[in-house]
């Protein structure tokens, strides 16, 4: 037991529970076998499971209709359904005041206007603390009444209009989840608008210097050629002659390779 809980502490998360070990091969083509002989459809569920599979062997103790699927069906019908012991319903909602026992004082209808209720139970909220100043100050009652003293119903009535109050921003959650979803994916909107601005802008400042570089360009290539025309004019001038190998004859220039 000692090692249990220990196993317990160590581990986060709870260990599941013990019957889902019933789920074996074995008992489920028992319960298919149970199934088809006793026709759990259309007879009574608590068919007497040993005799109907006298036949076979391992025929566990608990019912074996416990291992069938949940009925869909009946959740939808029901509107929750139960795993491992838990209730889960299948649309959360939020209990009102009223419906958890407290004293409600504002409309429990959403579509109504609150605003006049709650003003009404601030404005109680401040006469009943004011009530309350006052019934401290006040002299202690005589110990031989019954009758509780004045301050005591004053914070009883203050708790009452508190849970009021707080039932109805509790209510309010989901508008208020609903504003702030709003109000981001504004923002986010605002934000992808001004970076498209920036982007738009840095493209047209792009665009600007790319046409000012072309423009440059098509300047430089018309003055190149004026420059290369002036060149040649002066360099043919002072062009040195060139001179014809052709007509030193073949027979000086051995003569010249001997001697030397």
Known sequence: MDD???????????SPPSHYTNYTTHNLNLLKLLRERAD???ADVNVNQHEVLADQTDVPDWPLTQLEKPRVDWILEEGHYNVYGDTWFLKETIPSLAEMGGNQLYPADINLD???ALLSVLRSMLVTYSSLLGALLAPPPNSSTDVPPEWQRQVEWITVLAQNIMASANDLRPVQARANLEIMMKRQLEIRKEETRAIHEKCDSLEMKLGELQKTVRQSQTSI???ESKAMDIAEPSRIPSISFSAVPAEDVLRWAEET
């Open 4 to 14: 249990e809980q220990d196993a317990e502490l160590r581990n986060p998360f709870p």
């Open 40 to 42: 759990l459809e259309n």
């Open 114 to 116: 609150r605003r006049p």
């Open 225 to 227: 050629p004026q420059s």
